[in-house]
């Protein structure tokens, strides 16, 4: 598939790699960065959406849609990927698809993206269990340079695959873009639930925040890489 993605703010924090380990297969191994696992929070939009060839229309009421994410990093036989650990999404046809072609825990919700001058407002409720909510305002900043190989930054966005299980079988499925044109971002509010509906401790640090205004994104479909 071809798809554009933005109006996107990556929020990350730190967290102790065992209480991620039961969410995630034996079969992958968590990533660190200076012995840290990471979980993210990432709203953002969709559009343009289409599959392959580029020329193919887009089918209406699927092509644009608005996501949130929740995820930490892992690899497989040394290749780096995302594990995701909860989707959203404002559209019931496209959750019943990603969760029937690529095994993604995708929930439905009910979300909206307002933005005034250089300030993005999100909100999300999901409408299915576990129950879940956000409420997020950013106020976007400054451009940053290109993140380099071994940077925090480069760990935590440069990403090129995605993770998924289905019957005991690890699925891979590779992702394919340019650089993230990353940018500075303020938090004027945060309310969040999208964390502990996982089980998970709430975070008690200020997340780490790249925004990132549009980036187009190539996705193939899933192969499997072991039973």
């Not at 999100?122 to 071994?150: C, F, H, N, V």
Request: proline share 7%.
């Amino acid at each position: 598939m071809y798809q554009k993605w933005g109006k996107l703010l990556f929020m990350h924090w730190r967290i102790d790699a065992r209480v991620l380990r039961r969410l995630i297969p034996t079969g992958l191994e968590i990533d660190t960065f200076d012995g840290s696992a990471w979980i993210a929070i990432t709203p953002f939009t969709m559009w343009n959406i289409r599959a392959f060839p580029p020329f193919v229309p887009p089918v209406p009421g699927f092509s644009s849609l608005h996501e949130l994410n929740v995820r930490t990093y892992v690899y497989f036989d040394h290749v780096p990927g995302v594990w995701f650990l909860s989707l959203d999404c404002n559209s019931a046809a496209a959750v019943f698809a990603a969760r029937a072609l690529f095994f993604l825990p995708y929930y439905n919700a009910e979300i909206k993206i307002e933005q005034r001058l250089k300030e993005i407002n999100y909100a999300l409720t999901r409408t299915e269990d576990p129950r879940a909510a956000l409420q997020a305002s950013w106020k976007i900043g400054e451009t940053l340079p290109y993140s380099q190989p071994g940077s925090l930054e480069f760990f935590l966005t440069e990403r090129y695959c995605l993770y998924s299980e289905h019957k005991g079988e690890l699925h891979r499925a590779r992702i394919h873009h340019q650089p993230w044109p990353l940018q500075k971002a303020t938090l004027t509010s945060l309310s969040s639930s999208m964390i502990e509906s996982l089980q998970l401790p709430t975070p008690k640090d200020h997340p780490l925040l790249h925004y990132a205004e549009e980036i187009s994104v190539d996705i193939w479909g899933l192969k499997r890489v072991r039973d």
